[in-house]
């Protein structure tokens, strides 16, 4: 297992201002796959891969060829490859969101590429449209490098906890609507249905869930952390004991979490994530009533 120094300091208050408009560039992608794509079950169709390197969207289809875009946070560039070998180099530089937007649709445009995306960010407080918002234009560099990091040592610890599941589970994958890296494992069960929720929400939350994800902070929780949700969440869920000690209830979001330093500074960090995964979901599969003997890999 690594030590914490194999596991950076992410600070949210280091990097706010990239981290807002580096969410942004990343909706503007996501919103592109979303264009390009048909819809699969529970939005997976437009999540992005942890790669060696950064994010990428799935391969889209555009008439008779593919592409994929990729954010390189190791040569920082936005990369555009099609299926016939083309290829377009965006650079992820202190820019607005408006010019970030731009350039994208220019480089998409000529590679014979032209979506059309609703142009307003989502799940965000000041949702300024993407091709008029001049207000967000920076980025620094070694936060995102030390980002970067961070998802693939977590993706790593994801894949280990998915591995011990034999139900439907999701793959480990990146929200840009949210901005966090989760996997989420089903029960098998369909969920009562949200009547007043939005139709996003409805597709996402169809059946019974139990996720865990990382994610930076934001205004609500100002720090990176791990947490993990049950949904619908059964009658005592949030009494059940987590690990490790540190773990807590956060009864406005929703769900347990952990923060990443603690994780990190922890003697075993890696132990510490996967015992934090393993024994949320078991609080959510116990007190929801899931089939563990059918479901779990033993």
Same mark, same amino acid.
């Given at each position: 297992?690594?030590?914490?120094?194999?596991?950076?300091?992410?600070?949210?208050?280091?990097?706010?201002?990239?981290?807002?408009?580096?969410?942004?560039?990343?909706?503007?992608?996501?919103?592109?796959?979303?264009?390009?794509?048909?819809?699969?079950?529970?939005?997976?169709?437009?999540?992005?891969?942890?790669?060696?390197?950064?994010?990428?969207?799935?391969?889209?289809?555009?008439?008779?060829?593919?592409?994929?875009?990729?954010?390189?946070?190791?040569?920082?560039?936005?990369?555009?490859?099609?299926?016939?070998?083309?290829?377009?180099?965006?650079?992820? @530089?202190?820019?607005?969101?408006?010019?970030?937007?731009?350039?994208?649709?220019?480089?998409?445009?000529?590679?014979?590429?032209?979506?059309?995306?609703?142009?307003?960010?989502?799940?965000?407080?000041?949702?300024?449209?993407?091709?008029?918002?001049?207000?967000?234009?920076?980025?620094?560099?070694?936060?995102?490098?030390?980002?970067?990091?961070?998802?693939?040592?977590?993706?790593?610890?994801?894949?280990?906890?998915? @591995?011990?599941?034999?139900?439907?589970?999701?793959?480990?994958?990146?929200?840009?609507?949210?901005?966090?890296?989760?996997?989420?494992?089903?029960?098998?069960?369909?969920?009562?249905?949200?009547?007043?929720?939005?139709?996003?929400?409805?597709?996402?939350?169809?059946?019974?869930?139990?996720?865990?994800?990382?994610?930076?902070?934001?205004?609500?929780?100002?720090?990176?952390?791990?947490?993990?949700?049950?949904?619908?969440?059964?009658?005592?869920?949030?009494?059940?004991?987590?690990?490790?000690?540190?773990?807590?209830?956060?009864?406005?979001?929703?769900?347990?979490?952990?923060?990443?330093?603690?994780?990190?500074?922890?003697?075993?960090?890696?132990?510490?994530?996967?015992?934090?995964?393993?024994?949320?979901?078991?609080?959510?599969?116990?007190?929801?009533?899931?089939?563990?003997?059918?479901?779990?890999?033993?």
């Amino acid at each position: 297992m690594a030590n914490g120094s194999d596991w950076p300091a992410l600070p949210l208050d280091g990097w706010r201002d990239t981290n807002e408009t580096l969410h942004r560039w990343t909706q503007i992608v996501g919103k592109i796959a979303l264009g390009l794509t048909p819809r699969v079950n529970h939005w997976w169709n437009v999540t992005f891969s942890v790669t060696a390197r950064g994010l990428a969207t799935p391969l889209l289809p555009s008439g008779g060829r593919s592409l994929d875009m990729e954010f390189d946070f190791v040569d920082h560039v936005l990369r555009i490859r099609t299926t016939d070998g083309a290829a377009r180099a965006v650079p992820l @530089a202190p820019k607005s969101v408006a010019a970030m937007h731009a350039e994208i649709f220019d480089a998409l445009a000529s590679l014979g590429v032209r979506p059309r995306i609703w142009n307003v960010p989502v799940e965000i407080d000041d949702p300024i449209r993407f091709d008029r918002d001049e207000a967000h234009r920076s980025y620094d560099r070694e936060p995102v490098e030390r980002f970067r990091r961070i998802l693939a040592r977590t993706h790593a610890v994801f894949t280990e906890f998915r @591995a011990g599941f034999l139900g439907k589970c999701s793959p480990v994958h990146f929200f840009w609507g949210t901005f966090d890296l989760a996997v989420t494992r089903f029960s098998g069960r369909p969920a009562p249905p949200r009547l007043d929720a939005d139709a996003i929400t409805r597709e996402a939350y169809s059946h019974e869930v139990a996720s865990v994800g990382f994610w930076p902070g934001d205004a609500r929780l100002a720090l990176p952390a791990f947490y993990s949700y049950a949904a619908p969440e059964p009658p005592g869920f949030r009494e059940a004991r987590v690990a490790p000690d540190a773990a807590y209830y956060h009864p406005e979001l929703g769900g347990f979490y952990l923060h990443y330093d603690a994780m990190r500074t922890a003697a075993d960090p890696e132990r510490t994530l996967l015992d934090f995964c393993r024994t949320a979901y078991e609080a959510a599969a116990n007190a929801g009533g899931w089939d563990r003997a059918a479901l779990e890999r033993r």
